[in-house]
Nanobody
Framework: QAQLVESGGGLAQTGGSLRLSCAFS????????MGWFRQANGKERDFVAA????????NYADSVKGRFTISRDNAKNTVFLQMSSLKPEETAVYYC????????????????????WGQGTPVTVSS
């Protein structure tokens, strides 16, 4: 079973930064897209960002554009989410996801399009 292992969550102050990492362990499975989602207490899981593995095409939720950056390291099978100018309302559990499909645009924002999920890493932004 493929595994995604997230790290880098924690506590940040309003306006601060955090960098999340997600390593995908199974190199026998071809992954074409990786993404980040987040889920606050009592709310639905929302799309944050996604990146295609080959062409490096990125997609972002409108709420994070200009503040968050998704990137990847193919050699390490790892995707990163650099988060800046954090807001208290962004306190949530952040989940990494991987898809066998090539996803761009709206398709990349649908959680049902992803095949594998990490366990989540909590991010708390204090006001």
């Amino acid at each position: 079973q493929a595994q995604l292992v997230e790290s880098g969550g924690g506590l940040a102050q309003t306006g601060g930064s955090l960098r999340l990492s997600c390593a995908f362990s199974d190199r026998t499975i071809t992954i074409n897209t990786m993404g980040w989602f987040r889920q606050a207490n009592g709310k639905e899981r929302d799309f944050v960002a996604a990146i295609t593995w080959a062409e490096d095409i990125t997609n972002y939720a409108d709420s994070v554009k200009g503040r968050f950056t998704i990137s990847r390291d193919n050699a390490k099978n790892t995707v990163f989410l650099q988060m800046s100018s954090l807001k208290p309302e962004e306190t949530a559990v952040y989940y990494c996801a991987a898809a066998r499909a090539y996803l761009i645009g709206k398709a990349a924002s649908r959680s049902t399009a992803y095949d594998y999920w990490g366990q989540g890493t909590p991010v708390t932004v204090s006001s």
